[in-house]
């Protein structure tokens, strides 16, 4: 139970740390003078003393969305599959409960957005369903087929199972369950071929122009359920998709699992400098990709068995 | 092991039909063309087989660089469009492929039924000749045709490989069909054909 507790407590205190190391290695990547590691937390400290502005046209959705787009995702926090030693406490979550919720968090921020009735509050948001809705599918078959590998529909039990025995006869829709899922990864948390999270500009502006009108502790709750959402994304992507280390020592499984969040987040910043952002009309071809794949890793699984 | 680069090898065929950029194609054609050579020298190794390692190592030099190479320098030399808008609107694929291969899967059932090892890997590879087909159709200009084509053959001697485990004769003649590719390739380019300057 305590080990239960200070996973929760590491990855609520990890995800700046693994965003602003994100940044780091992109400006690194550019030749820029990179940012100091420690930058979200201190952004984050910058913005609690900031003074609070809230426009006088908002209702009171503004006040109360954003602690309703950060609860669920710490909701989903724990629940996620084992981190180290192989325990976990809740085991009825399954792929619809973890997309439900995730969805249910996007939604508070699409009516945030809408909320203070400027113009790009609205565009940010419709934007933001149009991609929302592509990634549900996908992220809900990926996960399904994911589990049915892992033998249980749960995803603690599904991922414990798969570190037991790797599924080496299935590699094939392990494969494309991995693809799809990375593919989401990129896409639900704004990263760049789809949306790009340092520009202020409003023809690419997607999460940004939903939370323009913020300010101070409203903005760093909004932030910190940005980073949150990345951490839950590397982590159900580290737990399911390589599944070793589950039965080293707490200490020494605790750290696999961070040096784990730490290349996915070195592979997702690579893949941003690598990669232009698409245009918005032309992101349903990539989520199409994605929806494909994870179809495809069911059908792989369930016909052929492969 | 084997499973994984099948895997991998309709994978890159499935991101090929997305792709709307000319090189890009030839990328993930020839990363298609890599996968392979390695499934065929990791088969020709398990069996002991040279004639499947060395056949695998034939694709490797050739399809994976050779051909590519000189596909891309030639679209260069022609200053060949690279921009190739699919016929088949993209949404429309995202339905179409899932329902092409559910329905490959259980067209190959019988043919599986008569071979008694890699059943699924017999299956996978006749959904790929069936998406390579889908990749020569879904083009209207001649690049992404031809590659296409190569596509298709990639997926005969995958089949190739999976179904029968010791085929040397139909490796020699995948081979030979390559080298008859490349010339036909240089030809149909050099020809440059009208109807692409028309559009």
Known sequence: ???????????????????????????????????????????????????????????????????????????????????????????????????????????????????????????????????????EPAMILALFSVSMMGNNLGLGQASVNLNNDFPYAHMASYLFAAISFFILLIAENGRIPVDNPETHLELTMVHEAMILDLSGFYLMLIESAGSI??????????????????????????IVFVLKIFFIAILVSLLEVNTAKLRLFKVPNLLGIAIVFAFLSLITFYVLGA | MTSLLIGLFLATLIVALFTMRLYRLILWYSLNSLTLALLAITIGINIDDNAMIISGFLTLVLKAFLIPYILKRVSIRFDLSRQIEPNIPVHYSVILVPALLVFTF??????????????????????????????????????????????????????????TNVMPMLIELGIFFDLLMAIVIVNLLFGHDDEEVAE
């Open chain 1, 1 to 135: 139970m305590i080990v239960y507790g200070l996973t929760i407590i590491l990855l609520i205190f990890l995800s700046p740390l693994v965003t602003s190391f994100i940044k780091m290695i992109k400006m690194y990547l550019l030749y820029k003078k990179p940012i100091p590691i420690f930058q979200g937390y201190r952004d984050f400290s910058k913005l609690l003393s900031k003074e609070m502005i809230i426009s006088k046209e908002t209702s009171s959705i503004t006040r109360i969305a954003p602690y309703l787009v950060l609860s669920p995702l710490l909701l989903i926090l724990f629940f996620l599959p084992p981190i180290a030693g192989g325990e976990y406490y809740v085991s009825f979550i399954d792929a619809f409960t973890i997309t439900g919720l995730i969805s249910l968090s996007t939604f508070f921020l699409m009516i945030l957005g809408l909320d203070s009735a400027s113009s790009f509050g609205g565009l940010g948001s419709s934007r933001e369903a149009f991609i929302s809705a592509l990634v």
């Open chain 2, 106 to 163: 259980y067209l190959s059932e019988p043919i599986t039924n008569m071979i008694s090892s890699n059943t699924n890997d017999v299956a996978i590879s006749i959904s790929a000749l069936f998406l390579s087909l889908l990749l020569m159709m879904e083009h209207r200009n001649i690049a992404p045709k031809i590659i296409g084509f190569l596509t298709i053959e990639n997926s005969l001697f995958l089949l190739g490989t999976t179904a």
């Open chain 1, 229 to 254: 959402k990345f951490m839950i994304f590397a982590s159900i992507f580290a737990s399911l998709f390589m599944p070793f280390g589950l039965h080293l020592p707490i200490f020494l499984g605790i």
